[in-house]
C-alpha cells in the first residue's frame, strides 16, 4: 500500500515539451530560445532529482511488500507437521523440565517463607517473655541491685540474637521475589503445557494430571491474592496462605507419577525435534 502511493506521487514528465518548443522557435529570438532551453534543462534536472528522491523512499515499502512472497515458507514446517518444530519432541519436553524446575523452587521459596515467619514469630514471643520479668530490686540508696539474670532474662537475649542473625538473612525480600517469580513462570508453563498437548494431539486429555495442573494454577493465583492483607497484618491471610501453598505442593507432589507416565508417551508418539 505504502509503495503504491509512493509511486503514484511520483511526477511525470511531459512529452510534448520539446515540440512545443520547436513550433515557437519561429518567433522567438536566438537568445530568447537559448534562455528556454537552458530553463528547460533546469526543469528537468530538477524533476530527476525529485523522482530519484521519491523512488528511494518507496524502496523499504517495496521490500517489505514483496519479501513474504520470496520466502518459501513449506521450508519452515516439519514433514506432514502443520506446525513444525512446536509439534516436536524438543518442545513438548519444555514443559517438564521447567515444571520439575519449579518444584524445586517451590520448595526453595517455602523455606524462604518459613524463615521470615521464624522473624516476626519471635519477636512475638519477645514481647510475651519481656511482660514476665519482675522488676530489678534497688538498694536502699535507690541504685538497681547486682542480680543474676534470671531464666526469662537470658531466654530474652537468647531470642534476640537469633533474630538478628535471620534479619541478615533478608528473607522477606527474598521471599517475595521468589513468589512472584513462581507465579509468572508457573502460570505461564501451566498454560503452555496445555497449549504443547494441543499442537501435538490436536485435544486435550481430561484427566489427573491436566485437573492437578489447573488447581495448582488457581492456587499459585489465591495465594499471591492475600499478599496485600499479609502487609497489613492479617493473621488470617497468613495462615491462609501457608494452608493453600502446603496443599500446592502436596498437588505437585501427587502430580509427578502422572506427568512421567506423559514424558514417556512423548518419547513413544513425538520425534525430534
Avoid at 509503495?3 to 520547436?22: D, F, G, V
Avoid at 513444525?84 to 519449579?102: C, D, K, N, Q, T
Avoid at 501457608?242 to 509427578?256: G, R, S
Wanted: proline share 5%; net charge positive; glycine share 8%.
Amino acid at each position: 500500500m505504502a509503495a503504491t502511493l509512493s509511486l503514484l506521487r511520483l511526477p511525470i514528465l511531459a512529452q510534448n515539451q520539446q515540440h512545443s518548443h520547436s513550433q515557437s522557435g519561429s518567433k522567438l529570438s536566438t537568445s530568447t530560445q537559448l534562455n528556454c532551453i537552458r530553463k528547460d534543462s533546469n526543469n528537468q534536472q530538477t524533476l530527476f532529482n525529485e523522482t530519484l528522491v521519491r523512488f528511494k523512499s518507496a524502496v523499504l515499502p517495496v521490500t517489505t511488500i514483496t519479501l513474504p512472497f520470496l520466502l518459501d515458507t513449506k521450508d519452515a514446517l516439519a514433514v506432514n507437521g502443520e506446525f513444525g518444530i512446536l509439534e516436536g519432541r524438543s518442545f513438548a519436553l519444555v514443559h517438564p523440565i521447567v515444571m520439575g524446575s519449579l518444584f524445586v523452587y517451590t520448595l526453595w521459596a517455602g523455606y524462604l517463607g518459613w524463615q521470615w515467619r521464624r522473624v516476626r514469630t519471635i519477636q512475638t514471643g519477645i514481647n510475651e517473655l519481656k511482660k514476665q520479668v519482675k522488676p530489678t530490686p534497688v538498694t536502699p540508696d535507690g541504685a538497681p541491685a547486682e542480680t543474676a539474670p534470671s531464666p526469662v532474662e537470658i531466654k530474652i537475649q537468647q531470642l534476640t540474637e537469633e533474630r538478628k542473625e535471620l534479619l541478615k538473612g533478608s528473607y522477606r525480600d527474598r521471599h517475595y521475589n521468589a513468589g512472584s517469580i513462581l507465579l509468572g513462570f508457573g502460570v505461564l508453563e501451566s498454560v503452555g503445557g496445555g497449549v504443547n498437548t494441543y499442537l501435538r494431539a490436536g485435544k486435550l486429555f481430561p484427566g489427573p494430571h491436566l485437573f492437578a495442573g489447573a488447581a495448582i494454577t488457581v492456587l499459585w493465583a489465591l495465594a499471591a491474592a492475600l499478599v496485600p492483607a499479609m502487609q497489613k497484618g492479617s493473621e488470617t491471610a497468613r495462615n491462609l496462605h501457608i494452608a493453600l501453598n502446603a496443599l500446592n505442593v502436596l498437588l505437585f507432589i501427587w502430580q509427578i507419577p502422572t506427568g512421567i507416565d506423559i514424558v514417556f508417551k512423548v518419547f513413544e508418539f513425538a520425534k525430534w525435534p
